[in-house]
């Protein structure tokens, strides 16, 4: 196909995932609306259903053009690259929303909070308990996904594997411990403002976390089916830097809401 033109960029044919992929999300959100109010779960179960589908083979897609028919050209790559890391600042601003309610907030506590941080009432976790330990889990998965990287250039594609599955493990032990410290959680999301920036702040990290779970999960499945090689290993490189923000963003949850504002 690129001995037919005569540049070094991919022009992506049509594809119905964008549009159907839109359609998906909706219904899944105004499934979760749904459920909230009425109890109904049906349609949030069709959303998360077609959306999920839809990721599956979008990604299948976009696996073909890149690893079976070239279409991933140095200059692609740059471009995927460049995309990766505005799309991760674009991130830290979305964080930083959070971060600056939560010290508007703390920094100078509103009367009707009693004028103190935490507010009346409020018992706040102890910050060397599980916090400390997910702290610990994120900055060694940290530590395993670069082992990853390191052998994937390297060509040991032994260790990478090893690596790389230690990493979504650790990911999925975060989430685990992370439920149960909601479920063990002394406040709730509508207990004044430190609930709803507690929660706002560590539920969309939460998410994040399986995001990029999910995002490591593809790339492992990839190098099973030998997709990567030192020279051609954009995806699990975007993977890689999604995780170190994952970890990064943790450690001013941590030190921030977690031990200075306890």
């Not at 102890?126 to 997910?134: D, S």
Request: a neutral charge.
């Amino acid at each position: 196909m690129l001995t037919h033109q005569n540049h070094p960029y991919h022009l992506v044919e049509m594809s119905p995932w964008p549009l159907a992929g839109s359609i998906s999300t909706m219904m899944t959100l105004t499934g979760a609306i749904k459920f909230f109010q009425q109890g109904s779960y049906i349609m949030l179960l069709l959303g998360v259903t077609m959306t999920t589908m839809i990721m599956i083979q979008w990604w299948r897609d976009v696996v073909r053009e890149g690893t079976y028919q070239g279409l991933h050209t140095k200059t692609v790559i740059k471009g995927l690259r460049w995309g990766m890391i505005l799309f991760i600042v674009s991130e830290v601003f979305f964080f930083i929303s959070f971060f600056w309610a939560f010290f508007h907030s703390s920094l100078s506590p509103a009367v009707q909070v009693g004028s103190i941080w935490p507010p009346m009432g409020i018992m706040s976790f102890n910050p060397m308990q599980i916090p400390l330990l997910n702290t610990m889990i994120l900055l060694t998965s940290g530590v395993t996904v670069t082992w990853a990287h390191h052998s994937l250039l390297n060509n040991n594609m032994k260790e990478m594997n090893q690596s790389l599955t230690i990493t979504i493990l650790l990911g999925l032990y975060f989430t685990l411990l992370q439920a149960y410290e909601y479920m063990e959680a002394p406040f709730t999301i509508s207990d004044s403002v430190y609930g709803s920036s507690f929660f706002m702040a560590t539920g969309f990290h939460g998410i994040h976390v399986m995001i990029g779970t999910t995002f490591l999960f593809v790339c492992v499945i990839r190098q099973f089916n030998f997709h990567f090689s030192k020279n051609h290993h954009v995806g699990f490189e975007a993977a890689a830097w999604y995780w170190h923000f994952v970890d990064v963003v943790w450690l001013f949850l941590y030190i921030s809401i977690y031990w200075w504002g306890n």
